[in-house]
């Protein structure tokens, strides 16, 4: 062959695999294209013309082109190309995800990468592009599922706590309430798994309404019928308010295929900056509320308080100082007078427990309570409190000094078969009137079905006056509270000591005196810190007030000073 053909053949070879290259080039799936340094088109294969829905021709027209960061539709992804290009240029191959979003193609997720070609002419940007739109969804909707939960769609414990990682920061308050539907596990039970599911939406879709109502405020579900609302700054400080509407939902009555159910719930909360350092501890203490609320029939609704999130080690100490000072008889009992408002009869006293801890020092009622309830020492204890209520005030009975003695009564004693008659056999031995003696029971567990029919009954007929405390937060029903042989509602101090600044608590109580007027019962106001208040209640009809503002607990001798002093200024008698 002459040197002539040679090169003709070459040339031939040089065409055919020019286009063989050029249709590599165009059948793969990758788009592939090149760049000159200012970022227009130099060539482009097949797959990128559809993915911009431009021609290659045009795109590589002398005088007309453009640089690709004005073609990809979205202004990331152009700074992302101008970044990449810098880098590349440089000398680093580059490597990164971005969305096309062309005029006249669709969308798409895209992993780029990118590295640099020197030739002659200058250097030139080579550019692999992948489609990753559905690989992209894929990890959306794994991620999705990995924190959201998938019947309720809610988003769950994971995003919560990442959630609550990233917030905080100066001037930042936070509120988490921690709910539990203490019914659904009966639900459950009683209805079947399907049921119960369509039940739990029912919650979801409640507490979304409810959520909607404020500003940064949202529902997570943490686990079968725990759910949790987290609210930041301005919604934090309406905590109280959500609750209340959480509350409210839950025991309204919903219908699930023909069937009537009540739930009820169990509330704990925390807020951030008053009871924890960092956000990402808001849940633990929520839930160490939530805990103390379920361990307490009468609580609908529990605060945080540091001593929750003692360790066990810690609790355990002071759940054996407990035990030690109800066996000492170290817990002393206090008396705080509760007065008539009309000049009708004597002043009356309620025994309120106190525990001087050695070296904690006062512990809160709510508190130690709380803990006997728990363990076991709630029986002992109140057997000590009525002791020492009784030992007090019988005298002052006897003598005509005070009408009566409240003494408050948890619900597990009314569990106690025998309640009654040691209760009867102490008073007998004091010789006073079991009538002079009242017991304070709370709302909810007066509304309870088991209290209806055991203990309350044979103490009322014992003789014993029966109270109904803290009235107002828990739910009764009317025609419950007409066949409860109660004398008195005691409206919860909640209501009271701020009822002149809020229209809602004072329509509370309000709506407390004429109801129990109606109902024939007396009224008493507890928690009442100033005159003002004091004078509204009186001019309400209200029959009874207590609170600090008349006086506050006191041991027996300060009591008995107070008694022979009462009509200083400022108190009222
Ligand atoms: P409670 O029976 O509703 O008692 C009234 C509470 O209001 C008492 O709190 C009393 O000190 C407080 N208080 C009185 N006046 C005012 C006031 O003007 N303003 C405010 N903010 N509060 C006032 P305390 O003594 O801390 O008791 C808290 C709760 O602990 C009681 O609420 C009762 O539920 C429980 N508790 C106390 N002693 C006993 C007991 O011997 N047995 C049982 N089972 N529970 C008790
Ligand atoms: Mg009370
Ligand atoms: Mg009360």
Partial sequence: MDEVSKGKQHDGDGEFYARLLRAYFDSTNDAIFVLCNELKFLSCNRRMESWLGIAEDELTRHNCRIPI???VGNTD??????????????????RFECLLEPDDATPRWVEINMTRVDVEAGDMVIAVARDITERRAQMARILHQ??????????NRTSLQAFLEAQGGEGHTLAVLAIDVPRFRDVNEALGHQLADEVLKTITA????????????RVFRLAGDQFVIVSKDVAARCWKEITESVQHWLITPMEQSGIELTLGSKIGVSLYPSHVSHPGELVRAAEAALHAA???????VKMYYPELLASGGERLALLNDLRQAIENESLAVHLQPIAPLHGQGLMRLEALARWRHPERG???????????????????LTWLVIKSALEQAAPLIRNARIESVSINLSPYCLLDAGFTVKFAEMIARHGIEPSSVMLEITESIAMSERMQKYTVMSLRELGVELSIDDFGTGHSSLSKLRQLPVTELKIDRSFVTNMLNDENDEAIVIATIQLAHSLGLDVVAEGIEDADVLQRLGELGCDYAQGRYLCDALSLDDLQDWLDNKHTPGRVA
């Fill in 206 to 217: 409640g507490l979304k309404d409810i959520v909607r109502q404020y500003r940064d405020t």
């Fill in 69 to 71: 960061t004005n073609l």
């Fill in 362 to 380: 006062m512990v809160s009622p709510e508190h130690f309570i709380a803990l006997a309830e728990t363990n076991g020492l709630i029986l002992s």
């Fill in 294 to 300: 379920k361990q307490q029939a009468t609580t609908g």
């Fill in 77 to 94: 992804t152009a700074a992302c190309f101008e970044r990449a290009a810098r880098d590349v240029l440089g000398g680093e191959s580059q």
């Fill in 146 to 155: 990995s924190t959201h939960d998938s019947l309720t769609g809610l988003p």
